[in-house]
């Protein structure tokens, strides 16, 4: 794979121990989830979305909106104390992206960040290297 655009990887564990289900919580009639995804797909940046995740369901509700989900996170990387940097190298490995210039993390929680700010990030990250 090799690309100009960066690629969008949105981490989305089943699991949560303070509020259960949490990415798939509907907040103006829209899971957390499907909040992300469409605010990646609107900045236009992005050449893929991928959302690494260890639950079918959020699985999914991704592919209706629009990313892709190639495979289902493993159970040793699905813990409340897995590292978000080894989610992201595991995803990076697993769809083969590591020749890919630039990779962006979008939380499902970010849902006030806009696709002009993920433009905005994407072209200060590109200008200053």
Same mark, same amino acid.
């Given at each position: ?81 897995? /590292? ?24 499902? /929680? ?20």
């Amino acid at each position: 794979m090799n690309s100009n655009k960066p690629i969008c990887i949105i981490p989305a564990r089943g699991g949560s121990k303070r509020i259960k289900n949490k990415n798939l919580l509907k907040i103006n009639g829209k899971r957390l989830i499907e909040h992300a995804i469409h605010i990646a797909k609107n900045s236009k940046i992005f050449s893929k979305i991928i959302v690494t995740t260890d639950s079918k369901k959020i699985a999914r509700v991704s592919i209706a909106a629009g990313a892709e989900v190639p495979f289902l996170r493993q159970n040793k990387l699905s813990g409340s104390y897995v /590292t978000i940097k080894d989610t992201l190298h595991d995803c990076i490995y697993r769809v083969n992206s590591n020749n890919v210039e630039y990779h962006c993390c979008l939380f499902p /929680t970010a849902v006030l960040i806009s696709p002009n700010d993920l433009k905005s990030a994407y072209l200060n990250v590109k200008k200053n290297k």
